[in-house]
């Protein structure tokens, strides 16, 4: 198998529509880094596929007969808590969003949003980069820090990795923090890895969540 085979990013894709979801998987399997490995027409075969498929990314339509978005996004992380949960919505509604950052969805895009700002958010939130306006980000994490989020047992955090974490909090971005630290790209993708392992998460929303309920980080720090 050659290199390029083994880094292509495994997408499963979830919406109720056929044609939405035909549309979609022809716009992914234009990218060579991109391998849709399944679809699912209602949430609870989302879950089921997740669980047997095991892929990086789920891209999942936020209204979804049999199980919505919130509960699937759930027993997804649940189940499989390193894949990125991607949400397609044709809604901002607050209250909605919350739900779904605190259930461990990566982040959500609009259905209005343009073929290359979706490849450009499975990207980001494979990278565990929260997909999301940055002002409403901050927000919906200050709210969602107070509701129950399940909390996994983490390992200690080097003093470095906490930097990093305090810096994902505030919404930067890998090359901003890796500026801010004097630090390379890779090195900071490298933390955060490491922080997704021993905090058993899949993403920075996930960690940052954790982090704050926990009180590791404050995001009115300077």
């Keep these: 198998m050659s290199r390029e085979t083994r880094e292509r990013t495994r997408i499963l894709l979830a919406d109720d529509h056929h044609m939405v979801r035909q549309g979609i998987r022809q716009l992914l399997e234009r990218e060579v880094d991109f391998e849709v490995v399944g679809e699912a027409d209602n ?69 209005s949003a343009y073929g290359e700002e979706l490849v450009q958010a499975i990207r980001s939130v494979r990278a565990g980069e929260f997909v999301c306006n940055v002002a409403l980000a901050q927000k919906l994490l200050k709210r969602a820090a107070h509701l129950p989020v399940p909390v996994n047992a983490a390992e200690h955090l080097t003093q470095r990795e906490l930097e990093v974490l305090k810096l994902a909090a505030k919404g930067m971005s890998n090359r901003d923090i890796a500026g801010y630290l004097g630090l390379t790209e890779r090195t900071v993708k490298g933390h955060l890895m490491n922080i997704f392992d021993k905090m058993s998460v899949g993403s920075r929303t996930e960690a940052v969540l954790q982090a704050l309920k926990r009180g590791w980080v404050n995001l009115e720090d300077e």
């Design 43 to 111: 949430g609870l075969e989302a879950v089921r596929l997740a669980s047997e498929l095991k892929p990086d990314v789920v891209v999942m339509e936020a209204r979804m007969p049999k199980l919505d978005g919130v509960e699937a996004t759930r027993r997804v992380k649940a189940e499989h808590p390193q894949a990125a949960v991607l949400i397609l919505t044709s809604s901002e509604e607050e209250e909605y969003i919350i739900g779904l950052v605190a259930a461990g969805a990566g982040g959500y895009l609009l259905k």
